[in-house]
């Protein structure tokens, strides 16, 4: 007897569904079709999010690399352009460093 209902049911949605008229159906496949083609869209603009992302990350990386590079290249000009270093090399050679001719050369993010 519990079959019987079931069956019952099952039966009408499939007259139901023999019954669509070919509007409805167009209707429901296009609702189907566009739900698929916005899952698809959706996964593909996360995994192009994701790899964008992980552009960036590399480059934000590269970028304290070089920044690292740079303060250790400032620092050596600050090291090699010290007075006693110049004084030292100046009297080595025979000259003698007057301060006030001494001329610092900066670059352009110093100013």
């Given at each position: 007897m519990a079959d019987q209902p079931s069956q019952s049911r099952s039966n009408?949605?499939?007259?139901?569904?023999?019954?669509?008229s070919r509007v409805e159906k167009a209707f429901?496949?296009?609702?189907?079709?566009?739900?698929?083609?916005?899952?698809v869209s959706i996964i593909f603009m996360q995994t192009r999010i994701l790899q964008?992302?992980?552009?960036?990350?590399?480059?934000?990386?590269?970028l304290k690399t070089k920044e690292t590079?740079?303060?250790?290249?400032?620092?050596e000009v600050n090291e090699l352009t010290r007075y006693e270093r110049l004084s030292k090399l100046a009297s080595s050679q025979?000259?003698?460093l007057q301060k006030e001719n001494?001329?610092?050369?900066?670059?352009?993010?110093d100013e």
């Open positions: 009408q949605l499939q007259e139901r569904i023999r019954r669509f429901y496949g296009s609702i189907i079709l566009t739900a698929i083609v916005l899952a964008v992302q992980s552009e960036l990350t590399n480059l934000n990386t590269e590079e740079l303060e250790d290249v400032q620092q025979g000259m003698s001494r001329k610092v050369v900066s670059t352009s993010s």
